[in-house]
């Protein structure tokens, strides 16, 4: 299919009409309540229902107004898109009897799709209506932000703790001191093991990373730890550390110095959020402009319909 063709799937009808809507009604189930629709109790399907029925309408609005001449959505993109979502659910058979299930079929599906991709072009087009950021505005906004600019070091640490709980025989005190001083002379023999063996022996809800911790700034861990992690240079294990928890050893991976950067660092950063919040306005802005025109409307066809009531 032709990069260059444009997709034409923006004519009205009843069945196009309730796909966008099933499509909506089963992108907002996922995303509020990570079930489709069917598996929703009736609280959360009316949340469902009344939130794609609204979404729906603004849609319809964005399309219809004059800013949706400005934007082009091609066929390949559609495709693009589409093919994003058979891979995402797994192959293209079952993809479409999860459509036909829904009332679906493969055009209305990317009917749909494309509807709600021109929607996001178009505000995307809105935004980039913004104003330019300037030098000025700039160098004013880091004067006043100098201080939160500034990041402390920081440190990535992987940890091992074994628990002392005198109910279990592998945690008494005195197992619980073996059993980490046989890791540490494991480690220091062999310090690349450090991961492997946090991620066997450790007690601690890091394990799961292989005992990876943070980057953490100083004083986040415990008193002693956070002594130890911040004494020790790239690569160097602790020594063995006593809490209330049970037996420690930390090993320091990487060291993140601190940072005060100069405007010329901070600005691209500045700049972009600065124009993500004009951006951000100005799509609020067009869409509330949207709304009220369209309430506008309705008292206009509300005050014609009462007058014709009257004669």
Same mark, same amino acid.
């Given at each position: 299919?032709?990069?260059?063709?444009?997709?034409?799937?923006?004519?009205?009808?009843?069945?196009?009409?309730?796909?966008?809507?099933?499509?909506?009604?089963?992108?907002?189930?996922?995303?509020?309540?990570?079930?489709?629709?069917?598996?929703?109790?009736?609280?959360?399907?009316?949340?469902?229902?009344?939130?794609?029925?609204?979404?729906?309408?603004?849609?319809?609005?964005?399309?219809?107004?004059?800013?949706?001449?400005?934007?082009?959505?091609?066929?390949?993109?559609?495709?693009?898109?589409?093919?994003?979502?058979?891979?995402?659910?797994?192959?293209?058979?079952?993809?479409?009897?999860?459509?036909?299930?829904?009332?679906?079929?493969?055009?209305?599906?990317?009917?749909?799709?494309?509807?709600?991709?021109?929607?996001?072009?178009?505000?995307?087009?809105?935004?980039?209506?913004?104003?330019?950021?300037?030098?000025?505005?700039?160098?004013?906004?880091?004067?006043?932000?100098?201080?939160?600019?500034?990041?402390?070091?920081?440190?990535?640490?992987?940890?091992?703790?074994?628990?002392?709980?005198?109910?279990?025989?592998?945690?008494?005190?005195?197992?619980?001191?073996?059993? +980490?001083? %046989?890791? &540490?002379?494991?480690?220091? =023999? !062999?310090?690349?093991?450090?991961?492997? @063996? $946090?991620?066997?022996?450790? #007690?601690?809800?890091?394990?799961?990373?292989?005992?990876?911790?943070?980057?953490?700034?100083?004083?986040?861990?415990?008193?002693?730890?956070?002594?130890?992690?911040?004494?020790?240079?790239?690569?160097?294990?602790?020594?063995?550390?006593?809490?209330?928890?049970?037996?420690?050893?930390?090993?320091?991976?990487?060291?993140?110095?601190?940072?005060?950067?100069?405007?010329?660092?901070?600005?691209?950063?500045?700049?972009?959020? +600065?124009? %993500?919040? &004009?951006?951000?306005?100005? =799509? !609020?802005?067009?869409?509330?402009?949207? @709304? $009220?025109?369209?309430?506008? #409307?309705?008292?206009?066809?509300?005050?014609?319909?009462?007058?014709?009531?009257?004669?």
């Amino acid at each position: 299919m032709a990069k260059d063709k444009e997709s034409n799937r923006f004519d009205g009808g009843t069945a196009k009409e309730s796909a966008a809507l099933s499509y909506l009604s089963l992108r907002i189930s996922m995303e509020r309540f990570g079930r489709p629709p069917e598996d929703l109790i009736e609280e959360e399907l009316a949340q469902v229902s009344k939130a794609a029925k609204d979404e729906l309408m603004l849609h319809n609005l964005i399309l219809a107004s004059k800013e949706a001449e400005q934007v082009t959505v091609y066929e390949a993109t559609v495709e693009e898109a589409f093919e994003a979502s058979v891979s995402s659910f797994g192959d293209l058979e079952a993809f479409r009897d999860e459509l036909r299930s829904r009332g679906l079929d493969e055009e209305l599906y990317k009917y749909a799709l494309s509807r709600e991709l021109k929607v996001h072009a178009i505000l995307d087009w809105v935004g980039n209506r913004a104003k330019e950021v300037t030098e000025e505005e700039l160098t004013t906004l880091y004067e006043e932000n100098r201080e939160k600019l500034k990041t402390p070091e920081t440190r990535l640490a992987r940890h091992i703790l074994i628990t002392v709980n005198p109910e279990y025989a592998e945690n008494t005190e005195e197992r619980a001191e073996g059993r +980490i001083k %046989k890791l &540490r002379r494991e480690i220091m =023999k !062999k310090p690349e093991r450090f991961g492997e @063996l $946090a991620k066997i022996h450790s #007690e601690c809800p890091s394990s799961i990373k292989e005992g990876l911790i943070g980057p953490v700034p100083e004083g986040r861990l415990f008193p002693i730890l956070n002594k130890l992690l911040f004494s020790m240079e790239s690569g160097e294990t602790s020594p063995i550390a006593r809490t209330e928890m049970g037996y420690h050893l930390i090993r320091c991976e990487e060291i993140n110095p601190a940072n005060n950067p100069t405007l010329a660092e901070a600005a691209p950063k500045l700049k972009e959020s +600065i124009y %993500k919040q &004009r951006a951000g306005r100005e =799509k !609020k802005e067009f869409i509330a402009k949207l @709304l $009220a025109a369209k309430v506008k #409307e309705q008292g206009k066809e509300k005050g014609a319909a009462e007058d014709e009531s009257i004669q």
